[in-house]
C-alpha cells in the first residue's frame, strides 16, 4: 500500500492534535450543523465553523490537562454517541495523551473490562453511563485514576466546570507509528478487543486515501455531506480529516438514529452525500416516501459496518432525484480500515425475489493498496481456488498496531502479514470479494446472510431478518417487526424453496441486543432466545 504520495498528502495535516486549527485557517467556509448540541459543550447549541470548533478543541485540551492527563497518558471516553468523540480525541492527541474511545453501548460488564484492560489516567464520562454501570453492578470510575463527569456531579468525580481557566497546553506531537488512538471493535460475540492505531496507519494511510480527489466519491465544494455513525468508531475520526479536507459547504452530523432527529436535520439541509450505518438505514427507510423526502438531493449513499440489505439500498435510491445516484457499500474491519467497495446503482437492484442479491458482492479491493486472498480454514496455508468458501485474509497497510494487552490473540489473527479477518468468503476468477458469513455464525452449505437478503426481499415489512446457526437443528430465524408479529402463511411462503429452517421467533426492534455499529449481538441473542443451544462455527479468530 502506497498512499500518501503527491501534493495533496504533504498538505493534509497528519497530527490529530492541532487539526481544527489547521482547518480554521485553511478551510474557514466549512459550516457545521447538529442533531442535538455537543455533551462536551451544551449550551453552545448545534452550529459551528472551523474556528469555534478549533476553540473549544483547545479548551477541552487545557481541562483534560488539568485532569491529569498528558503526554503519554491514556484518556478514556465512554459517553453517549455524538460528534464530540472526535473533538474530545484531538483534545487528547493536542497534549500528547492517547484517547481511547469507547461506546456507551458496549454491555457494563464488558465495559469494565475494557477499562480494566486501559487502565485509563483520566476517564471522560456522564452520570447516566456511570448510573447504568453501577446498576449492572459495575463501578467504571474503579480502574481509572481520574474521572470527569461532563454532565454534572458525581461522587469521587471531576467536573468540568471545576477544571476550567487553566492555560492551553503547547501542542505535543508523536512519531507516526506511536500509539495514536485506542478503538475498540464491534462485540458482536463477547468482549471486544481494543484496537491500536497510529497516525501512519490511520492518517497517512486512511485519511490521506480518501482525501484525494476521487471521481464520485470525494466531497465537492458544493456539497452538503453527513455522517450518522458510532462516532467512537475509527471511522470517525478519518472520516473527520478526509471530509473537513474536502471543504464541503455544509457537514451534518447525526448523534442517533432516531427518525424525527433525521427528518428534522436532514430536511433543513439536504444532504448530496450521506453515510449512515446500516440499522440507521433500516429505521428511516419509511422517510423514503415522497418528493420532499430529506433524501431527495443525494447523489451517493455510503454504507460501512455491516450487511446492506436489497430491498433498503433500493428505496433510498429511488428516493433521490439524481439521475444517476450511487450506493457505495464497503467491507472492512476496525483493524483494517475499509478493504472493498462496490457501486450500486438502479438498475444493479432492480430485480427482486433472488436467491443471490447483488449486495453480497462487495466489488474488488482497491489496487496497489489492498490485497485480499481466501484460505482453506481446515489448511490455512493452502489458497483456496475461485469459488471455493474459506476464510478471507487481508494484506494493508493501513493494519492496526494490534490489541491492547492481548498479544496472543493479536498473533492467532496474522499469518506472516496477512491478516485473518475471520469472515468466510469467496473471490471470483476476476477478483470481486462475496462475504457469507463471519465464521463464528457460519452454517455449512449456506450462507446466513444471503438468506437473510432473501428474507427482507420477501417479507418487506420484516425490518430486521437474523439467522442463527445451531450445532444440533436447524438455523433459527429471529425477525423483528414494528408491531413483533407475522402472518405464519405469509412465512411459509417466503422460505418455500429454501433450506429447511426453524419456526421463526418473531420480536419488536427493542428486543434485539445491537453494538454501537448497529450490528446484532448475535452471541447474546442466542443466549436470550437459545439458551445452551451451541453454534457451529469455531470462533477461533473473532
Request: proline share 12%; hydrophobic share 40%.
Given at each position: 500500500m502506497s498512499g500518501g504520495r503527491g501534493p495533496l498528502f504533504r498538505r493534509l495535516p497528519l497530527d490529530l492534535g492541532p487539526l481544527f486549527d489547521t482547518l480554521a485557517e485553511q478551510r474557514p467556509s466549512v459550516d457545521v450543523r447538529l442533531g442535538r448540541p455537543l455533551d462536551l459543550a451544551p449550551e453552545r447549541g448545534t452550529g459551528y465553523d472551523t474556528a469555534q470548533l478549533a476553540e473549544l478543541v483547545r479548551e477541552t485540551a487545557a481541562w483534560l490537562a488539568a485532569a491529569g492527563a498528558g503526554p503519554g497518558s491514556s484518556v478514556a471516553v465512554v459517553k453517549r454517541n455524538h460528534w464530540d468523540y472526535v473533538l474530545l480525541a484531538c483534545a487528547a492527541a493536542r497534549i500528547g495523551a492517547v484517547p481511547a474511545l469507547l461506546s456507551d453501548r458496549v454491555p457494563p460488564e464488558a465495559l469494565g473490562a475494557l477499562l480494566r484492560r486501559l487502565r485509563a489516567d483520566v476517564l471522560v464520562t456522564q452520570r447516566g453511563v456511570l448510573a447504568g454501570a453501577r446498576a449492572a453492578g459495575v463501578e467504571l470510575t474503579a480502574p481509572a485514576g481520574r474521572t470527569v463527569c461532563l454532565d454534572g456531579d458525581w461522587a469521587g468525580a471531576l467536573t468540568v466546570d471545576g477544571l476550567r481557566g487553566g492555560p492551553v497546553p503547547a501542542v505535543r506531537s508523536r512519531g507516526e507509528d506511536e500509539p495514536l488512538a485506542v478503538i475498540h471493535t464491534s462485540g458482536t460475540t463477547g468482549v471486544p478487543k481494543l484496537v491500536v492505531h497510529s497516525t501512519r496507519t490511520l492518517i497517512r494511510r486512511l485519511s490521506a486515501f480518501e482525501a484525494r480527489p476521487w471521481p464520485v466519491l470525494s466531497a465537492r465544494r458544493e456539497d452538503t455531506v453527513a455522517s450518522a455513525i458510532s462516532f467512537?468508531?475509527?471511522?470517525?475520526?478519518?472520516?473527520?480529516?478526509?471530509?473537513?479536507?474536502?471543504?464541503?459547504?455544509?457537514?451534518?452530523?447525526?448523534?442517533?438514529?432516531?427518525?424525527?432527529?433525521?427528518?428534522?436535520?436532514?430536511?433543513?439541509?439536504?444532504?448530496t452525500v450521506l453515510e449512515a450505518l446500516p440499522s440507521s438505514y433500516v429505521r428511516w427507510q419509511p422517510l423514503t416516501a415522497g418528493a420532499d423526502n430529506p433524501f431527495r438531493d443525494v447523489r451517493l449513499f455510503i454504507s460501512t459496518f455491516d450487511a446492506m440489505h436489497p430491498p433498503t439500498v433500493r428505496a433510498f435510491l429511488d428516493a433521490t432525484r439524481r439521475r444517476r445516484p450511487l450506493w457505495m457499500q464497503g467491507w472492512g474491519?476496525?483493524?483494517?480500515?475499509?478493504?472493498?467497495?462496490?457501486?450500486?446503482?438502479?438498475?444493479?437492484?432492480?430485480?427482486?425475489?433472488?436467491?443471490?442479491?447483488?449486495?453480497?458482492?462487495?466489488?474488488?479491493?482497491?489496487?496497489?493498496?489492498?490485497?485480499?486472498?481466501?484460505?482453506?480454514?481446515?489448511?490455512?496455508?493452502?489458497?483456496a481456488r475461485p469459488g471455493e468458501t474459506g476464510l478471507l485474509y487481508a494484506r494493508t497497510g493501513a493494519l492496526c498496531l494490534g490489541y491492547l494487552d492481548e498479544p496472543e490473540r493479536w498473533g492467532r489473527k496474522l499469518d506472516g502479514g496477512w491478516f485473518n479477518t475471520g469472515d468466510l468468503g469467496t473471490r471470483t476468477r476476476d477478483g470481486r470479494v462475496f462475504v457469507l458469513d463471519r465464521e463464528v455464525d457460519m452454517v455449512p452449505g449456506l450462507s446466513c446472510v444471503e438468506l437473510e437478503d432473501v428474507l427482507h426481499e420477501r417479507l418487506p415489512d420484516v425490518e430486521e431478518a437474523v439467522l442463527l446457526s445451531v450445532a444440533d437443528g436447524r438455523p433459527q430465524p429471529v425477525l423483528v417487526t414494528a408491531d413483533g408479529a407475522l402472518d405464519p402463511a405469509r412465512w411459509r411462503d417466503a422460505v418455500r424453496d429454501l433450506p429447511p429452517l426453524a419456526e421463526p421467533l418473531v420480536v419488536g426492534w427493542d428486543a434485539v441486543p445491537r453494538t454501537a455499529t448497529g450490528k446484532v449481538r448475535r452471541h447474546e441473542l442466542r443466549e436470550r432466545v437459545l439458551a445452551g443451544s451451541a453454534g457451529i462455527g469455531t470462533g477461533l479468530w473473532t
Open positions: 467512537a468508531h475509527g471511522r470517525a475520526l478519518t472520516w473527520t480529516v478526509s471530509a473537513f479536507w474536502r471543504a464541503p459547504r455544509t457537514v451534518a452530523l447525526l448523534p442517533d438514529s432516531d427518525p424525527a432527529t433525521a427528518a428534522a436535520l436532514l430536511g433543513a439541509h439536504p444532504p474491519q476496525s483493524e483494517t480500515g475499509p478493504l472493498s467497495f462496490r457501486f450500486l446503482t438502479r438498475g444493479a437492484l432492480a430485480a427482486s425475489g433472488l436467491r443471490h442479491p447483488t449486495t453480497r458482492d462487495l466489488g474488488r479491493p482497491v489496487p496497489g493498496w489492498v490485497r485480499v486472498k481466501v484460505a482453506d480454514p481446515r489448511r490455512p496455508g493452502r489458497t
